[in-house]
């Protein structure tokens, strides 16, 4: 039995890419315009859809164990 598929292509290469989608049109999305790094492990990125000109933000949480103490 061959498994079906119920959601559009773009966001399944998006889900398997880790690239993101516009929350409006669903438009994949190459790069965000603008990121910066916050504090405790933070990134957050702003992003703009060439399509529908929708401006939103992300945010990352990026999992950074601390570091290890030398003795």
């Known amino acids: 039995m061959k498994p079906r598929i119920s959601a559009p292509r773009s966001r ?20 965000p315009d603008y990121s910066e790094f916050l504090k405790q492990n933070n990134v957050r990125h702003t992003w703009t859809c ?15 164990p601390p570091l290890a103490s030398k003795q």
């Open 50 to 64: 060439n399509k529908c000109d929708y401006v939103f933000e992300t945010l990352v949480w990026l999992n950074i």
């Open 12 to 31: 399944i290469y998006a889900w398997y890419f880790a690239r993101c989608c516009c929350p409006k049109c669903g438009e994949l999305l190459n790069a």
